[in-house]
């Protein structure tokens, strides 16, 4: 494809001057940091991020770190290069002024932009009752600092854990109890463990593995409430079966939450399900229409997936935002694999954008 | 030393297992489990264990570039 030298030009100087800011430190922002970079992106780079931890790797979280083999400090993500970003982080983004291209920061401070990547992610799903969501001893995982916590609980040796839901964590979680020699309920209201991601064939034959280890698995209940001490401890949970369970240890794990709720008015489509974008990452504001300076990556991102009949879907998985290999699909002379969206989403960043629209094709320039 | 597993990419062939079993080792048959944050004692141990990864799913951050100075 040939290109216009006035667009060259302008590529040029965007890639030398341009202000790209990407909210969310963690994997999906860091590798697409590093991409821009790769990319031949000079120009100002800004990483936003709630936690004041630099990217870590969060996988291990529920499982070396828990165990206690690794503490939860030392999954920091290794570097492929130096990106030379300017960090913000320990302070969210509370929003996001498109008129004027600003991020807006918890602390007030305003972030300007030319370009913005959105890899906000999710948090996990809080317990459904706020009062009994302030209990000792009630616990979800998702962060670092959810993992040091949670750990120091098992260290002090509890009578009985108790996992609300046996998805991927929950499940990895009660391996991690027995591995301890903690005994361990897991509370999960569909016929077996995995059921949602694996299916009720490899769900049952998971549940026998759960099982035969000693795990406590109770299926086709819920838990409907949890009750305490004076000391605002934990220590019983009801079930919908009407068992009374005695616990020291709650620890929901109901799946995640999207974080878009620092996206309201910016009026973007962004919602319950993500934020969407088409299969360049680009976000579409809410009339379906493709912006030409916000991109989307990682975990809220809600793009057309090729193996679901380009359905829009968000794959919650570490794939998708891409683990960090650059050259993964170059050494085999393949294109960049098209499930690492934040490689994608920065090289889209650093080209000039494209409509292609009923055989007429405009250029929008940087 | 920082390094991180694809366990997407993982096939549990443990090549790497042997070769640097401080960092690498087998939580039951194939599942496996590492070390991110390993000492540099390990360096030479951890280059061979990502060499001989057929699938190359282990990433390793042997040196920090220029731009990272914490731990």
Known sequence: ??????????????????????????????????????????????????????????????????KGWVPAGNT?????????????????????????REVLLANGDKVPYDR???????????????????????????????????????????????????????SEMASVCRDLGLDVTVAERSSASLVGPLGGVIGDIAAKMQRDAGVDLRTGVAVEALKGDAGGHVRQAQLSDGTLLDVDVVVASLGSVRNIEWLEGAELA??????????GCRAFDINGVVTDNIFVA????????????????AIEHVDAAGTGRPDRGAQHGQPRDRTSCAPAAAAVLVRPVRREHQGCRRVLLP | MRIVVDLNRCLGYAQCVPLAPEVL???????LAYDPNPDDSQRQQVARAVASCPVQAIIAELDPPADRTTK
């Not at chain 1, 290794?78 to 509370?94: C, F, N, S, Y």
């Not at chain 1, 090729?306 to 359905?311: K, S």
Request: glycine share 10%.
């Open chain 1, 1 to 66: 494809m040939i290109t216009h030298p006035l667009v060259a030009d302008l590529v040029r100087t965007f890639k030398a001057q341009g202000r790209i800011v990407i909210v969310g430190a963690s994997l999906a922002g860091l590798r697409a940091a590093e991409a821009l970079r790769d990319e031949g992106f000079t120009g100002s780079l800004t990483i936003i991020g709630d936690e004041v931890h630099q990217p870590y790797d969060r996988p291990p979280l529920s499982k070396q770190v828990l």
């Open chain 1, 76 to 100: 920091k993500l290794p570097r492929m290069r130096a990106i030379d970003a300017d960090w913000r982080l320990g302070v969210a983004a509370t929003g996001l002024d498109r008129d004027n």
């Open chain 1, 116 to 170: 913005l990547l959105i890899a906000t992610g999710v948090r996990s799903r809080a317990w459904f009752n706020p009062e009994e969501a302030k209990l000792k001893g009630l616990f979800t995982l998702r962060t670092c600092d959810d993992a040091a916590e949670l750990h120091a609980a098992l260290k002090a040796r509890p009578k009985r854990v108790l996992i609300v839901g046996a998805g991927f964590i929950g």
């Open chain 1, 270 to 279: 962004a919602g319950f399900w993500g934020v969407a974008c088409d299969a």
């Open chain 1, 298 to 313: 990682g975990d809220i991102a809600r793009g057309p997936h090729v193996l679901y009949e380009y359905q829009f879907m």
């Open chain 2, 25 to 31: 080792q087998l939580q039951g048959e194939e599942a």
